[in-house]
């Protein structure tokens, strides 16, 4: 049974590989496809996380040296892009070591290149061939979604896809349309390299699942940087291959000049090649329909990363492998769950967020409080110039015994995805605000900001009753 595997998995980014690794690693047969091998590693590794936080590391080191003007430096020019569009293919190809198909099958997987669709049941087909399992993992990722304006054939657009390949940039004029991950991140990158940006997004806020006030705060930081964003806009109409009519709200707004587009308008799913009726896979709204145990209509295909139509990140899809292999190996079933969910926007300054959101507790009914703090008072944020940085952070209600637990939050900063990791530890281990309270930090680390929120919190108790209380206390003991 040359063709027959324990286990199929179709597409080998950040869902895949992890699934086919591990039971490769074990002795199981597995087979990985993907549709060739410049493919594998899937968008992370070459149109996503990987590249663009290579171009956003150069791009702040030139802001960085930029800011040394200020102390008598002087720097001049503009980065050479060949340079920095080598050092983005560098840093992939490092990674690429350990994404690719020889590498794959030294540890022990059987990869075949090629496109693969649905055939029967536990089968599929590539290049011609069948190939079956007792298992299938679906975890083709996703796409980006095409911008669908009148006119966008006069215009160049690029996407994700396609912007790594550029070495041209410099001095153009670009329109990014979306204020996303993607759309802040990329167009931040791109205005320090030299390009001039403005960003339509048709939101109110700039990256929507943010807390306003932290996403507020960064919105003034790029336009301070010299980024145009237009809010509540979208883009009506290309009229000529650099012009475009946006609409704000119901109105025409104004025309726009450009030489090029980017669009980071969110994602889009490829179903329509997979063949999913003939095993059964049921879709809705575009989206293949899948359980909280990522199982698909089709009890013994199941999916994991982007396509499974939950939170799209590089560690969503690894969160999905932890839960497919336990759930393949152990009688006790875990269902998917965003409660400890964390992200980071890469901008500078970063947004880091975690935990349950506001809209979360409310419509779980919890009893919470919203604790918002800035960081003008906090030595580190004065010394390295980022006291506009500020933390929300959600607690659970306390009372006489009950201890507060840390539920969620967000903070923005620079370097914000690094000090919020023991937030995120804590809100996993299910502690309560002691953990951080009864910690000592070494001064100045920039972290303690996370104590410092939760101090103001303890001094609450200090009403003038308590107050009146201690100074008694202690000059009875004393
Ligand atoms: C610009 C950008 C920046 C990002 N930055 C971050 C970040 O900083 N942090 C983060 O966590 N996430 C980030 N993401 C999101 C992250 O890249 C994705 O969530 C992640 O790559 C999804 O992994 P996946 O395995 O679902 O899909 P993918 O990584 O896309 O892998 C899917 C694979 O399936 C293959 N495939 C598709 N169809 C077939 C088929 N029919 N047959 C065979 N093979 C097929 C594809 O070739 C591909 O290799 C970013 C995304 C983008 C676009
Ligand atoms: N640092 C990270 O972890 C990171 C970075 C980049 C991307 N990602 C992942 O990739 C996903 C996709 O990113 P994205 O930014 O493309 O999508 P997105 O859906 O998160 O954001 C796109 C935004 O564009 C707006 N929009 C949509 N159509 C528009 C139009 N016609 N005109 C103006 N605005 C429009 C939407 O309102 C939306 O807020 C993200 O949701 C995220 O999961 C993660």
Not at 91 to 120: M, P, T
Not at 233 to 260: C, M, W, Y
């Amino acid at each position: 049974m040359e063709n027959s595997f324990d286990m199929i998995v179709i597409g080998a980014g950040s869902g895949g590989l992890g699934v086919s690794l591990f039971m490769a690693k074990i002795g199981l047969k597995t087979l990985i496809v993907d549709e060739s091998d410049a493919h594998i590693g899937g968008d992370c590794l070459n149109y996503g996380c990987v590249p663009s936080k290579a171009l956003i590391h150069v791009s702040r080191l030139v802001s960085d040296a930029r800011k040394s003007e200020d102390f008598g430096m002087s720097v001049s020019g503009q980065p050479d892009i060949a340079k920095v569009m080598q050092y983005v293919v560098d840093r992939q190809e490092v990674i690429r070591k350990h994404e690719n198909a020889d590498f794959l099958r030294q540890e022990g997987l059987e990869v075949v290149l090629g496109r693969a669709r649905f055939h029967s049941s536990h089968s599929i087909i590539v290049n011609g061939t069948v190939y079956t399992g007792r298992k299938i993992v679906l975890a083709t990722g996703s796409s980006p979604r095409a911008l669908d304006v009148p006119g966008v054939d006069l215009v160049r657009v690029y996407d994700n896809e396609s912007l790594f390949g550029l070495h041209d940039f410099q001095g153009r004029k670009l329109l990014v349309v979306g204020g996303g991950p993607i759309g802040v991140e990329i167009g931040q990158a791109l205005l320090r390299l030299g390009v001039q940006v403005t960003l339509v997004h048709r939101g109110a806020q700039i990256l929507p699942k943010e807390e306003p006030e932290i996403a507020a705060i960064l919105h003034q930081k790029l336009e301070e940087e010299g980024m145009q964003i237009l809010l509540n806009t979208q883009v009506h109409q290309f009229t000529a291959p650099n012009e475009a009519l946006l609409v704000h709200g119901d109105r025409i707004r104004s025309k726009l000049d450009f030489d090029s587009v980017f669009a980071s308008i969110g994602r889009t799913y490829e179903l329509g090649s997979l063949d999913l009726e003939k095993v059964g896979i049921e879709t809705e709204k575009g989206k293949i329909k899948v359980n909280q145990y990522l199982q698909t209509t089709n009890k013994d295909i199941f999916t994991a990363g982007d396509i499974a139509g939950y939170l799209q990140f590089s560690h969503a899809a690894e969160q999905h492998t932890r839960l497919l292999l336990n759930n393949l190996f152990s009688p006790l079933k875990k269902k998917l769950s965003n409660d400890h969910m964390s992200w980071v926007t890469f901008t500078d300054p970063e947004i880091a967020t975690f935990g349950l959101q506001k809209i979360d507790m409310d419509r779980k009914g919890l009893d919470y409080e919203r604790l918002v703090m800035g960081f003008e008072d906090d030595d580190r944020a004065v010394v390295d110039s980022y006291r506009y940085g500020k933390l929300v952070l959600y607690i659970s209600k306390g009372g006489l015994l009950r201890k507060q637990k840390i539920l969620g939050g967000s903070m923005i900063a620079p370097n914000a995805g690094e000090l919020i990791q023991e937030l995120i530890l804590a809100n996993t281990m299910g502690l309560d605000i002691d953990a951080i309270f009864n910690k000592i930090y070494p001064y100045p680390v920039a972290s303690r900001v996370n104590q410092m929120i939760i101090v103001k919190q303890k001094e609450k108790i200090l009403t003038p009753t308590i107050n009146t209380f201690l100074r008694k206390w202690y000059r009875f003991l004393n």
